[in-house]
């Protein structure tokens, strides 16, 4: 064939009959599918993941989340260059459909778009084409010159992504000038023929290049004209072929990672999806230890993630030179999926991903805080994959020494200091809670509305039984008929879960839960964070559990709560947000709205507040838990608070009382900062009958006739 056609008859052939447009569209489709199909693979060796349910939930945080941009304006210079970009590909999408098509078919035009409606969107993508065309030119400089540090990648983990985050700028504003180009010649031919041309929008790339171009000869234009069409169409298919080998096949994949994402916060996935806790005894391997124990979801994870960086800028381990940074959870994952499942060749078994991609520190050194998913853009999530990988190593006995102990604790003892259960309910014994009158302990004998659950840490550590005793002469103060389990009340188990003993935390949970029936309770307080998120999500068939915020909260809304004034007006309060008080269960206001109810209170803000706070150093077991740092992650937060203009901490959680009151000490600000919790600073001012707005302050005065509530 060739040998029979010139270079030049060949080439006019596959121009003039649109054969070479049309071969490129099914080569590059072709390409895509394959590529698709091949990344697909790894998914349907995953775990299962039932992600079906609830069709209108998941269609909001589509419409939210990705169509909106939720959670990109968290960052406002990258946010808005997001959004632009985002909502020029939008608008485009139809436009760069209609150029593919009219190569092959030059009447074509897209339905609905023919007439003044055509017009005007073509006015529109002028205009997006342009803006789309300077994001790129901007963001390329910021990267180029300004170097964000979240996008910095730390020797650790390899070569930095900045040529490659370049490269495909450079493609997509080389694509947007083909677009651009294409128009403006076709117009700038029109006109030269005296033949209706197409309006270009005033000032917008396709009409400045119509003002260059418009003047050349025909020929010229019409090399043009095809020239840009086959620049935008190679370019076009190169980077839907080129995309699901790197950061960009979010493009494809974002829809789909937002739209299967988790609908509940503060829970965590089950050992294995279909199989019942009580059948746990027949799933040979527990947790992730190899990529395919990992689910689809989360291998679609893998594939979404922008390499934003916003995840690892907010996590506390990262920021405290923890060996973590989320982003690179994700990064590496995404590696080993693409050397493993290559598109090209065979899918190559898995070894174990610990000890290979991930250390062990790192994936202890992970507070569970959900920073990470609280910023992340497309929602790709952390904490249920961190938790799977430590219940897999927990499964292969690979539990770190200094935790070892107290596992074995909790195991025996339902907590993990190793105290006897008998000892659980002394902190009642204490005289202050006389004069409140003696708080239940429901044994069977005694029965009440409501339960304190007190969890371990408040049950056994001397200092954290002040927020016991705050709670209970709190709970009398405002009529509650309550008790306590004592003996019968074991580790609510949150940490035990989110350190991946799961059939641990089953053994706590099921006592509980029996102990929680059969005293007959119609519903649960705590002023545990981490009781609280556990009653709430990790257990089943309990009454309803709130945190002692909203209780105060609701009281003093309805009067039935007043304060006295503060006594030091000098006093600047900061309330720092507990992980599972806030971002895992969104209550952010009652706390702040009791500290705004007591007189003369002066309250500031730390920078990184509510949703964007950060973590004291890590609950529950992280108390037994020396992860290697360069800093505590407890002395940051301090630091925050005094750069606030802060002189006191509050807090609503006792192991953040533990981290902070540490951290005081280790940061040298003894003196200069202190912590209260929020109970303790609400029973110092509440106002109980006989005190006639006596500033009722501290426990020696508790201890008087005159306040004795
Ligand atoms: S949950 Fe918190 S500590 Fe863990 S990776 Fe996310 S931000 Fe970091
Ligand atoms: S996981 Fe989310 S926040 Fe983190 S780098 Fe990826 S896209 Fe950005």
């Not at 968290?74 to 209609?98: C, D, E, K, V």
């Not at 904490?383 to 770190?400: E, F, S, Y």
């Amino acid at each position: 064939m060739v040998g029979t056609y010139s270079s030049a008859q060949i080439a006019d052939w596959l121009v003039s009959g649109r054969n070479l447009f049309l071969t490129i569209h099914v080569f590059g489709v072709a390409c895509f599918v394959y590529i698709v199909a091949r990344r697909l693979v790894p998914l349907v060796r995953a775990q299962r993941d039932p992600r079906f349910d609830q069709p209108l939930a998941r269609l909001g945080r589509v419409l939210k989340f990705w169509l909106g941009q939720w959670k990109h304006p968290r960052y406002n210079f990258a946010g808005i260059l997001h959004i632009l970009i985002f909502a020029g590909f939008i608008l485009l999408a139809a436009r760069a459909f209609t150029v593919l098509i009219v190569g092959v078919s030059e009447t074509f035009v897209m339905p609905g778009l023919s007439g003044k409606s055509g017009h005007i969107y073509n006015i529109v993508t002028d205009y997006a084409a342009t803006i789309v065309f300077l994001c790129m030119v901007v963001a390329a400089i910021r990267r180029l010159v300004f170097k964000p540090s979240r996008y910095a990648v730390p020797a650790k983990y390899g070569k930095g992504h900045t040529a490659d985050a370049v490269f495909l700028l450079g493609l997509i504003a080389l694509l947007m000038v083909a677009d651009s180009l294409f128009a403006a010649s076709d117009a700038a031919g029109h006109a030269q023929r005296g033949q209706p041309a197409e309006t270009l929008a005033v000032l917008s790339l396709p009409w400045l290049l119509q003002v260059v171009t418009g003047s050349m000869p025909m020929a010229t234009l019409w090399i043009l004209n095809v020239t840009a069409y086959l620049v935008h169409e190679v370019t076009f298919y190169f980077l839907l072929c080129y995309r699901p080998f790197g950061i960009q096949f979010h493009v494809e994949t974002s829809l789909f990672s937002i739209y299967f994402s988790k609908l509940e916060r503060g829970t965590l996935k089950p050992v294995r999806w279909g199989v019942p806790d009580e059948h746990l005894d027949q799933v040979k391997s527990f947790g992730v230890k190899k990529f395919e124990d990992f689910t689809w979801k989360h291998m679609l994870d893998f594939y979404s993630c922008a390499d934003c960086g916003r995840c690892a800028d907010n996590c506390p381990a990262n920021a405290a030179g923890r060996p973590l940074s989320p982003r690179f959870i994700t990064i590496k994952a995404r590696d080993y999926a693409f050397q493993h499942y290559p598109v090209l060749g065979r899918a190559d078994n898995s070894n174990p991903l610990i000890g290979t991609i991930y250390s062990d520190d790192e994936i202890w050194s992970c507070t569970t805080c959900g920073a990470c998913e609280e910023e992340c853009p497309l929602l790709v999530e952390y904490i249920d994959k961190i938790v799977d990988l430590r219940r897999g190593m927990i499964d292969d006995g690979n539990v770190p020494q200094s935790l070892q102990k107290p596992l074995k604790a909790l195991e025996s003892r339902g907590n993990p200091y190793g105290k006897l259960e008998k000892k659980k309910a002394d902190w009642v014994k204490s005289p202050e809670l006389r004069q409140t009158g003696p708080v239940k302990v429901l044994d069977g004998k005694n029965g009440a509305d409501t339960l304190y659950f007190v969890d371990s840490i408040t049950s056994y550590d001397d200092r954290m039984q002040s927020i016991g005793r705050s709670t209970a002469r709190i709970l009398s103060h405002v009529g509650e008929d309550f008790g306590i389990l004592g003996a019968a009340e074991k580790d609510s188990g949150h940490e035990v879960r989110r350190f991946g003993e799961e059939t641990l935390f089953l053994a706590l949970r099921d006592h509980n839960t029996d102990a929680i029936k059969a005293s007959g309770v119609q519903r649960i307080v705590t002023a545990d964070p981490h009781a609280y998120n556990a009653l709430k999500h990790d257990y089943k068939d309990v009454p309803p559990v709130e945190h002692i915020s909203q209780v105060i909260a609701r009281e003093v809304k309805a009067g039935n709560i007043e304060f006295s004034p503060v006594e030091n007006e000098a006093n600047v309060y900061a309330y720092h947000d507990p992980c599972y008080l806030g971002r895992h269960n969104q209550i952010y206001d009652d706390p702040r709205d009791v500290l705004d109810a007591i007189p003369g209170l002066k309250r500031v803000e730390m920078k990184r507040s509510r949703d964007r706070s950060f973590c004291c150093g890590g609950g529950g077991l992280m108390l037994f838990y020396e992860p290697k740092e360069e800093q505590r992650m407890g002395v940051l937060r301090v630091r925050m608070a005094a750069d606030a203009g802060a002189n006191v901490i509050v807090t609503a959680c006792p192991f953040c009382m533990v981290n902070i009151e540490d951290a005081i000490k280790v940061a040298g600000m003894e003196g200069k900062m202190s912590a209260i919790d929020l109970t303790e600073l609400v029973d110092q001012h509440l106002v109980r009958e006989g005190c006639i707005r006596a500033v009722c302050t501290g426990e020696e005065k508790l201890q008087t006739a005159t306040c004795g509530g």
